[in-house]
C-alpha cells in the first residue's frame, strides 16, 4: 500500500465518456504530478502542480484536463479520450525540492484506463 | 534533449549474487538520481535515492555516484527472485530542485532460484 491513494483502480471508457481520475495524498506534500504510462515504458510526465498551481503542462492535449482543488487533492478529467489513451495513469507527489536536490516522488497504486 | 539510458535487460543472476543496474545520463548538471522498482502491472517504488557522489547503502541496496563519469548505479546483494522486477533510473534536469525527472528505459531484473 502507499500514502497516494488513486480511485479508480481500473476505468473502461468510451471514446464519447466523460471520467475522472481521483489521487489524494495526506503526507502534506505540496507537489503533485500526473504520468501516464504504457506497457514497457518509463513513466511520462504529463502535468505538475506546486502549490496548487499549474506548474507544468507537458503539451498534453486538451482532452486531458487537471485539477487541483486543495493540497491534498488532484483530479484528471477526461473527455473524448481515444483509444491510444489506454494506458496506467499514475499520481505521484514530492515535498518541494531544495534550490539543489529534487525531493523523492512517491507513487499511488495508478488506475488502469481503458478507451473502447 | 536530456537522457537517461538504461540497459533493457533482462539481466538475469542467481539467487543470493550481486545483481549490478547501470545507469548514465547526458545532463552535466544533474544533481537528483532515484532508482525505483515497478513489478508487471504495478506502480513504481522508490528504492534509493542519492544526491552525491559515492555509496549510500541501505539494506542489501547500494547507490553509487560518480558525477565526473555521469553514471549511477545500484547494487542488490544477496539478491533474492522477489527482487525480479524493472528498475527505473530517475534523473532530474539541469540540477535545479524542481524540475521534472527524467526517466531511463528501465532495466529488467531476473533473479533465477
Known amino acids: 500500500d502507499t500514502e497516494v491513494t488513486q480511485t479508480p483502480k481500473h476505468l473502461v471508457m468510451g471514446m464519447t465518456n466523460k471520467k475522472s481520475l481521483k489521487c489524494e495524498q495526506h503526507m502534506g506534500h505540496r507537489a503533485m504530478y500526473w504520468y501516464k504510462q504504457k506497457a514497457k515504458k518509463p513513466p511520462e510526465l504529463m502535468f505538475v502542480y506546486s502549490y496548487e498551481k499549474l506548474s507544468i503542462n507537458e503539451s498534453v492535449p486538451s482532452r486531458f484536463s487537471p485539477e487541483c482543488p486543495n493540497s491534498s487533492l488532484l483530479n484528471l478529467h477526461l473527455h473524448a479520450l481515444q483509444p491510444e489513451d489506454s494506458a496506467l495513469y499514475l499520481c505521484a507527489s514530492s515535498q518541494s525540492g531544495t534550490r539543489r536536490n529534487n525531493s523523492p516522488l512517491h507513487f499511488g497504486n495508478g488506475t488502469r484506463l481503458t478507451v473502447t | 534533449q536530456k537522457e537517461v539510458e538504461q540497459n533493457s535487460g533482462p539481466l538475469s543472476v542467481p539467487e543470493g549474487a550481486i545483481a549490478s543496474l547501470n545507469c548514465t545520463y547526458s545532463?552535466?548538471?544533474?544533481?537528483?538520481f532515484f532508482w525505483y522498482r515497478q513489478y508487471s502491472g504495478k506502480s513504481p517504488e522508490l528504492i534509493m535515492f542519492i544526491y552525491s557522489n559515492g555509496d549510500k547503502e541501505d539494506g542489501r541496496f547500494t547507490a553509487q555516484l560518480n558525477k565526473a563519469s555521469q553514471y549511477v548505479s545500484l547494487l542488490i546483494r544477496d539478491s533474492q527472485p522477489s527482487d525480479s522486477a524493472t528498475y527505473l533510473c530517475a534523473v532530474n534536469e539541469k540540477g535545479s530542485g524542481n524540475t521534472p525527472l527524467v526517466f531511463g528505459k528501465g532495466t529488467r531484473l531476473s533473479v533465477i532460484a
Open positions: 545532463d552535466r548538471g544533474s544533481q537528483s
